[in-house]
């Protein structure tokens, strides 16, 4: 079984804090993503990675950075977090490689078990 | 914008009863995918659909995509309890080669008993 785990469940920061959200998976996984989830907004894709040290903007990057030094790692960065930033915050890894089309099954995101992140 | 809709947000259901989800995408998919989250928990995978007018069971649930590869819908029948939770569509464009998906914005299924 795939297994997607995050650093914290529940994280309370202040407003202009740095913050850290990790993520790792133990599948081998190429592909990883972050996305936030809000009511009614469904999930919102901030970054992604396709390789080690590789990331692509996904719809909302602003106000956030990625890094992935190890496969299996993914990190999502707010370098001053401020209250809009308020949400559950989703890590996912799928099998898909770099290229690749994504016409079968390979490309089925496991998601972590997410961070409800509080900025006050 | 968002590029995959979902209809409707809200579906109260009473138990024993069908209901059906739509999603549509502005533009042509590769391939669609449906995840459900339960209440309290993360998204899971449930289905992938890919080909034209392909229509997928899993016991109570029929996951249908259109002939133009634009909509998908998701009809429960004789809804139980355990349905309970907020269904995703996830579409892949077919501009995007990454495995990247466009998830709409849920469906979330309330239950009477």
């Known amino acids: 079984d795939v297994k997607v785990t995050q650093s914290s469940r529940y994280l309370v920061k202040r407003t202009g804090e740095k913050v850290f959200l990790e993520c790792v998976q133990d599948m081998d996984h190429e592909n990883m993503f972050w996305y936030r989830q809000d009511p009614g907004l469904g999930l919102r894709l901030i970054y992604f990675s396709y390789d080690v040290k590789m990331k692509e903007k996904g719809d909302i990057p602003e106000g956030y950075s990625v890094s992935r030094e190890k496969k299996e790692r993914f990190s999502l960065i707010l370098e001053s977090a401020s209250t809009n930033q308020t949400s559950m915050y989703l890590c996912?890894?799928?099998?898909?490689?770099?290229?690749?089309?994504?016409?079968?099954?390979?490309?089925?995101?496991?998601f972590g078990p997410g961070t409800r992140l509080t900025v006050l | 914008g968002q590029q995959v809709m979902q209809i409707p947000q809200y579906q109260h259901v009473q138990e024993g009863e069908d209901f059906t989800t739509y999603c549509n995408s502005s533009t042509t998919l590769s391939n669609i995918q449906w995840y459900k989250q339960r209440p309290g928990g993360h998204p899971v995978f449930l289905i992938q659909?890919?080909?034209?007018?392909e229509v997928k069971k899993q016991k109570r649930l029929t996951f249908q995509f259109g002939e133009a590869k634009k909509n998908s819908s998701l009809h429960i029948t004789a809804t139980q309890t355990t349905d309970v939770g907020t269904y995703f569509c996830a579409g892949q464009m077919t501009t995007d080669s990454w495995g990247k998906l466009q998830f709409g914005a849920g469906t979330q299924v309330v239950v009477t008993p």
């Open positions: 659909l890919v080909k034209s007018g």
């Open positions: 996912a890894s799928s099998l898909l490689g770099a290229g690749s089309s994504g016409v079968d099954s390979t490309d089925t995101q496991y």
